[in-house]
């Protein structure tokens, strides 16, 4: 069976540091993987996707960044984090019905 | 712009009760619908996927439908308990774009 595993669950990061989140899944082979962000009493917004290695489509401009150096293997990134950049992260991929699973999700807080 | 709205936000009710979450979203053009679960601090847990070819998919004491033409689904879920007390989202994806566009959330509070 797939699973997927997120880490770290928990984040506390000073503004102006770096970020690295960090997701894989087993179980399955290319997957479509996905980051999204859940701030408090918003939606979830997608922020990037990938099809492939190496191929990330960002859905929305802002001070992060996604990487897919492997195949299951999706990293969350920042250079210098803001306080904006707080929230709740989760990592996702999709099955070939178009299913979508979750991570456990990594919460950010940046003081 | 894509939206989803669900209705109620917030549902409290006796152990036992049957009880239906609204989902309606401005689309028509989708190409599935998921409903999920999500517990406080927690990722989110699928519990249904309706292709948009479907009307409604059953798994144990949930149902959920889909009716594309009034851009509405429901989630029914019979027989509630206690353990159900969570947050269900309902998402939708369009025929065009890798995004899920998610709702708000309904909370969910099971009383023994």
């Known amino acids: 069976s797939q699973t997927i595993h997120q880490w770290p669950a928990t984040l506390v990061q000073p503004v102006g540091s770096p970020l690295s989140l960090e997701c894989t899944v087993e179980?399955?082979?290319?997957?479509?993987l996905y980051w999204y962000r859940q701030a408090a009493g918003r939606g979830l917004q997608l922020l990037f996707y990938s099809v492939g290695i190496g191929q990330i489509s960002s859905e929305v401009p802002q001070n992060l960044s996604a990487s897919r150096p492997q195949d299951r293997q999706f990293i969350l990134s920042s250079k210098k984090l803001l306080l904006s950049d707080s929230g709740f992260y989760l990592c996702?991929?999709?099955?070939?019905?178009?299913?979508?699973?979750f991570g456990e999700g990594s919460r950010l807080t940046v003081l | 712009k894509q939206e989803v709205t669900q209705i109620p936000a917030a549902l409290s009710v006796p152990e036992g009760e049957n009880l239906v979450l609204n989902c309606s979203f401005t689309d028509s053009a989708i190409y599935n619908l998921q409903w999920f679960r999500q517990d406080p601090g927690k990722g989110l847990t699928s519990l249904l996927l309706i292709q948009s070819s479907q009307r409604e998919q059953t798994s144990g004491r949930l149902n959920a439908s889909l009716d594309k033409s009034s851009g509405r689904s429901t989630l029914y879920i019979a027989a509630s308990q206690p353990g159900d007390s969570a947050t269900y989202l309902c998402a939708f994806k369009s025929n065009s774009g890798y995004a899920l566009n998610f709702g708000k959330g309904t909370s969910l509070l099971v009383t023994p």
């Open positions: 179980g399955t082979s290319n997957p479509n």
């Open positions: 996702a991929w999709s099955a070939q019905t178009g299913e979508l699973f």
